[in-house]
């Protein structure tokens, strides 16, 4: 059952929700420094963003600007969104179950799973650990390399309704050599979660949409979050997903389109509350065994995203970012259209999470490009309790 809201406003705006029965409405989150990070979305470049803060005293949603820009009305508050590569942390987490259950070891080879799957230019699955996947330590290439239509209009709009498998997405990365030697270094390629999409299906006999459907949308009641295969549209209520293909170019609509390239990195919808839920599960201990939850917070150094977050570590699907209150764990996603962000208390009693309709963000006039992440002072303030 959705949580009622109220207190609606309009463009800019709060939400309260009592989330927990006997919590005092003077104990509910301080919701001006959360709306006024959220309003400095817009100068990075944001039409409009949501973002709702779950806490022990209560939940808040607040928005900005607008979820479609040409009728100037504000994102839903209860809108769906592509939530791009926080899809890595539900295919993670059915991985892990597997390893729970005895059916695999994060030891085991890529090709004790998928024999031959994995061969050519250098690229071995013999020689690739399930763990090395989760974790991109893997040195596999980024099969998108192989999309030139991703990053231009023309391109994108001939192939948004394009449908592909994950045998198809695979060979497409195969096509270069390996970044390193597996274990030598970090590097992020969504290869890596395809394959792990492959190896569910292998073990389970069922496709990895099925699997987080029954293991946790279904289990959590995630009512609002779906896996789709091919399915090019997303469910009512959402805001336009915009996607502008160069910093002087024209914003385009683009909220249609296939997610099968995507796939297991990358492919699923779902809602603030719904994003929320999952977090918190996750970091309480709801969805793994302590054993499995410990492998996925096992991290090393992910310097290539230092620059949007510094000093992040990456775990199993999962990334450490450090606060100046501790850190949080996380993993935002960007597709065209949307751009998702969050985090999650390591006790699991605060989470955030933050949807844009946009991944490609281009700053006002005036204002200077960010230094990190454009969401990474809101959500330290929301996590560390300054919101």
Not at 5 to 32: K, M
Not at 144 to 169: C, S
Request: proline share 6%.
């Amino acid at each position: 059952m959705r949580r009622t809201w109220i207190a609606l406003v309009a463009l800019s705006g709060v939400a309260l929700s009592t989330g927990v029965a006997a919590a005092a409405p003077q104990h509910r989150p301080d919701t001006s420094v959360l709306q006024r990070d959220t309003d400095k979305l817009l100068d990075y470049g944001a039409p409009g963003a949501l973002v709702e803060l779950d806490t022990p005293n209560g939940n808040v949603k607040v928005r900005s600007g607008y979820g479609n820009t040409a009728a100037k009305t504000p994102v839903p508050w209860d809108a769906h969104f592509r939530i791009g590569s926080y899809t890595k942390m539900f295919t993670a987490t059915v991985v892990l179950q597997l390893v729970g259950e005895g059916r695999l070891s994060l030891e085991d080879t890529v090709d004790r799973w998928l024999p031959g799957v994995v061969t050519g230019n250098g690229n071995e699955g013999t020689k690739i650990t399930v763990r090395q996947l989760l974790q991109h330590t893997s040195g596999l290439p980024e099969y998108t390399r192989a999309m030139d239509f991703l990053g231009n209009k023309e391109g994108f709009e001939a192939n948004r309704l394009r449908g592909f498998t994950d045998r198809q997405l695979v060979a497409m990365a195969l096509r270069y050599p390996p970044d390193f030697t597996p274990g030598s270094s970090w590097a992020y390629s969504n290869t890596n979660f395809v394959l792990a999409g492959m190896i569910i299906k292998r073990i389970t006999g069922q496709d990895w949409q099925h699997e987080v459907r029954e293991r946790i949308i279904e289990p959590l009641d995630l009512d609002n979050t779906s896996a789709p295969h091919n399915n090019p549209r997303v469910p009512e209520p959402h805001a336009v997903g915009y996607q502008r293909f160069s910093p002087d170019g024209q914003d385009i609509d683009a909220t249609v389109l296939n997610p099968s390239w995507g796939d297991a990195a990358g492919a699923i919808i779902s809602d603030t509350a719904d994003a929320n839920k999952f977090l918190r599960a996750l970091a309480s201990g709801k969805v793994l065994r302590p054993a499995q939850l410990a492998e996925m917070r096992r991290t090393v150094p992910a310097h290539l995203f230092d620059k949007g977050w510094p000093g992040v570590q990456y775990g199993l699907g999962i990334m450490w970012i450090p606060t100046s209150c501790g850190g949080y764990w996380s993993h935002g996603g960007d597709i065209h259209g949307f751009k998702t962000r969050n985090g999650v208390s390591a006790d699991g009693k605060r989470s955030v999470v933050v949807t844009i309709n946009s991944d490609s963000l281009v700053p006002k006039q005036g204002t200077p490009a960010p230094q990190h992440d454009v969401s990474l002072d809101l959500i330290e303030h929301a996590l560390c309790g300054t919101s």
